[in-house]
């Protein structure tokens, strides 16, 4: 042994050796020092709160409603950019439009990557999440795909406009499971559109376990939520030991994330193998597929993969908002009346309304609008999933070094006083002009709420499309008096998205 040895070595050997060794240390720690400095060229860190010697802000980095801690941050430092950092683990979190465009769009090239935690990806096998995936061959692939298929949304609005009557009677005979409804809406036409599923008690099973899946996702992935996100070597400890929990949540999450994936496009490839097949992603790109000759496990895996993220990102991202439609009506019974005005003034009464009509209807469009500014999926609609750099940056005069988690709180953009003033109020009228037309020098909160740079959301046309057309039927028909208690800063629902 080390220690064996120095021992039996003469009292004045020990001592230049140890000397030499402090002599090693010392240079490592002056060199790599210079090499930071270098690096930085005088330039600050963005403004954060102060750490702890060692650990860092290892204490400070928020788990949960982490958008208002960072927000908080931003306000206490007055900075549109803050920092933390522990052990290595670097964070900036962006709470400025202004700031998200320059970084994460002008600059896409280096701030694309993604954050993949020791946790999920590696443990259990949620691979196949697109919004989750570096940027490379294989994220390239499912974006080309996805394109192939929903970019023309004209089959996914079919899809919308066969699920709707059922939504719409629902509501009629049990408007107190509006929940419910609005879910096994949305359920309904993602999966059947993906993977031609229709019968009941299947959407409910595959509800259930989306809810699992999205939950466990949402948690996993903010940077630092887990101790093995900071001290990664706690990887190797046995699961019985401190500190790693996570072992047990991700061997518990490994197979259902792999249900969650092969599970419904099993169910369509044996449907189309039995003739019974309907017309879907699935059924589509596998016919393409086998057209092509290139049918393997590679090109089923690519297929997997792609209907899984429309599943897993699709679903939630509008179901949280329009919980938030309901409660807002609830709680504005004005605007619920000019909508609706303008609904009957337009409609007649003669039928529900279609995406065609968007553009004689500029209110109900505001009104979304907002809605999707006041209230959308989290964490990572209220504060993005983590853009990872990759080269050390310089904005504002500020210090962003490679590897640093680069985080943009849209919740704290949505409320930007610059862009929406009064922002804490619900106020449709923002988005239009004088004379009720929508106000083009407003900025749009799709432009922050679906993401920025090489990571924007693909599908973000179909979730408005979806928003647009379920708020205008409920509202042409019904009028919303009141929901059960409800905090929108509090009450939020967990997903993936982008």
């Given at each position: 042994?080390?220690y064996?040895?120095l021992?039996?070595?003469?009292l ?22 210079r ?10 860190l ?12 290892a ?8 958008w ?7 306000k206490?430092y007055?900075s549109?950019?803050v ?7 670097s ?5 400025s ?6 970084i ?9 990557a ?8 590696q ?7 697109l919004?989750?995936?570096q940027?490379?061959?294989k ?7 996805f ?9 996914y609005?079919?899809?919308?406009k ?9 509501l ?5 499971d ?16 993906t ?10 099973y595959?509800?259930?376990?989306l ?11 903010i ?9 990664p070597?706690?990887k190797y ?5 401190p500190g ?6 991700a061997?518990e ?7 969650f994936a ?13 003739g019974?097949?309907?017309?879907c992603?699935?059924s589509t ?21 792609v209907?899984?993220?429309?599943t ?9 908002t329009l ?10 019974p004005?605007?619920?009346q000019l ?5 009957d ?8 309304p279609?995406?065609d009509?968007?553009p ?21 609609l ?7 750099s990759?080269e ?14 680069i985080i943009p709180?849209q ?14 109020m619900?106020?449709?009228e923002r988005h ?15 432009s922050?709420?679906f993401g920025?740079?090489?990571?924007i959301c ?9 928003l647009?057309?379920?708020i205008?039927?409920?509202?042409t ?6 929901v059960?208690e ?7 629902r967990?997903?993936?998205s982008?």
């Open positions: 042994m080390l064996d040895a021992i039996s070595l003469p004045l050997e020990t001592q230049r050796l140890l000397a030499l060794a402090l002599v090693v240390i010392s240079i490592y720690v002056v060199q790599r020092r090499q930071w400095n270098l690096r930085r060229g005088g330039r600050p963005p403004p954060g709160p102060k750490g702890l010697p060692i650990i860092g802000n204490l400070d980095i928020p788990t949960k409603f982490e208002e801690v960072y927000d908080k941050w931003a206490e007055d549109e950019i920092h933390a950092g522990a052990l290595g683990f964070i900036a979190v962006l709470s439009r202004k700031a998200a465009i320059e994460l769009d002008h600059k896409s090239a280096v701030t694309s993604r954050f993949v935690p020791t946790h999920p990806t443990s259990m096998g949620w691979d196949f999440i919004p989750l995936i940027i490379g061959d994220y390239r692939d499912m974006r080309k795909l394109q192939q298929h929903f970019h023309d949304a004209t089959r609005r079919v899809g919308v066969e699920s709707l009557p059922q939504m719409l009677s629902s009629v005979d049990n408007p107190e509006f929940r419910y409804i609005n879910r096994f809406f949305i359920m309904s036409t993602v999966y059947k559109f993977y031609g599923v229709r019968d009941k008690a299947k959407v409910d595959y509800s259930k376990m809810q699992d899946v999205a939950e466990r996702s949402a948690q996993a992935v940077p630092g939520a887990f101790l093995v996100d900071i001290f070597f706690l400890v046995p699961e019985w030991a790693a929990g996570f072992k047990r949540v061997r999450s490994f197979e259902l994330g792999l249900r092969d599970e419904p496009l099993n169910e369509a490839l044996n449907e189309m193998n039995l019974n097949g309907e017309t992603f699935v790109a596998h016919s393409n597929a086998e057209r092509d000759g290139v049918v393997d496990e590679q090109s089923l895996r690519l297929i997997r993969d209907g899984a993220s429309v897993t990102a699709g679903t939630d991202t509008i179901l949280s919980d938030y439609f309901y409660y807002t009506m609830s709680v504005h004005k605007v619920q909508a609706q005005k303008e609904l003034d337009y409609l007649k009464g003669d039928r529900l279609t995406l009509d968007e004689n209807l500029p209110y109900i469009t505001a009104l979304v609008r907002e809605v999707v500014r006041g209230k959308h999926i989290i964490p990572f209220l504060a993005g999933v983590a853009h990872l990759t050390d940056l310089v904005y504002n005069g500020y210090f962003i070094p490679r590897n640093t988690f709180n919740w704290a953009m949505l409320r930007d006083e610059n862009d929406f003033p009064q922002p804490e619900f106020k449709p239009l002009t004088s004379e009720g037309k929508l106000n083009s020098s407003v900025v749009n909160p799709e922050i709420a920025f740079g090489r990571r693909p599908g973000s046309h179909l979730a408005m499309s979806t647009f057309v379920a205008s039927s409920v509202l028909l019904f009028t919303i008096e009141k059960e409800f905090d929108p800063d509090r009450q939020i967990l997903g993936v982008r």
